[in-house]
T-cell receptor, first 110, second 116 residues
Framework: QKEVEQNSGPLSVPEGAIASLNCTYS??????FFWYRQYSGKSPELIMF??SNGDKEDGRFTAQLNKASQYVSLLIRDSQPSDSATYLC??????????WGAGTKLIIKP | GAVVSQHPSWVICKSGTSVKIECRSL??????MFWYRQFPKQSLMLMAT?????????EQGVEKDKFLINHASLTLSTLTVTSAHPEDSSFYIC????????????FGDGTRLSIL
């Protein structure tokens, strides 16, 4: 069974520091990788997506993909209390099915 | 771009009532829409995938006769929870995907359904 694994957390990071969220996946043929943020009681919001190996930056967010090692990560620079949320990793497998991780709860401490 | 509107945002109704939830893509054509359910402090659970003009594909364990999905146009999908019971109370969220393949899903704000 195809899986996407995330540490459930909570991951506690001081304000202003870099938060690093990791995700591993089992299907080596996976093609597309997505990071969503979900605040408590709200629906998921797309943060970033990445298709190719390497880094992709958007403002304070950087997605990193390493297909050989089958992991994708999300870095948040200059973390703010408003970044406190659950971060969901989603991976589109070789059959175009989206497999969701269970999410990592991130807490940014002022 | 990629705005998805979901309505209503909150429903409270009596057991046995049928409830209809609408999901609209406002600024793009959504070939595929998805319906999820999420219980408190649990993960997203995909209920069904719907493609415009064809029957929805339901995930294992989801009753197709209870959760009726219609995707009549490229911008509108509806989920009807028929004869709802308290155990159907949950947070229902739709998402829409532009085109096919590897495009991201964009989510509506969700509908919180409470059955008394």
């Amino acid at each position: 069974q195809k899986e996407v694994e995330q540490n459930s957390g909570p991951l506690s990071v001081p304000e202003g520091a870099i938060a690093s969220l990791n995700c591993t996946y089992s299907d080596r043929g996976s093609q597309s990788f997505f990071w969503y943020r979900q605040y408590s009681g709200k629906s998921p919001e797309l943060i970033m997506f990445i298709y190719s190996n390497g880094d992709k930056e958007d403002g304070r967010f950087t997605a990193q993909l390493n297909k050989a090692s089958q992991y994708v990560s999300l870095l948040i620079r200059d973390s703010q209390p408003s970044d406190s949320a659950t971060y969901l990793c989603a991976v589109m497998d070789s059959n175009y099915q989206l497999i969701w991780g269970a999410g990592t709860k991130l807490i940014i401490k002022p | 771009g990629a705005v998805v509107s979901q309505h209503p945002s909150w429903v409270i109704c009596k057991s046995g009532t049928s409830v209809k939830i609408e999901c609209r893509s406002l600024d793009f054509q959504a070939t595929t829409m998805f319906w999820y359910r999420q219980f408190p402090k649990q993960s997203l659970m995909l209920m069904a995938t719907s493609n415009e003009g064809s029957k929805a594909t339901y995930e294992q364990g989801v009753e197709k006769d209870k959760f009726l999905i219609n995707h009549a146009s490229l911008t509108l999908s509806t989920l009807t929870v028929t004869s709802a019971h308290p155990e159907d109370s949950s947070f229902y969220i739709c998402s829409a995907r532009r085109g096919r393949g590897n495009q991201p899903q964009h989510f509506g704000d969700g509908t919180r359904l409470s059955i008394l």
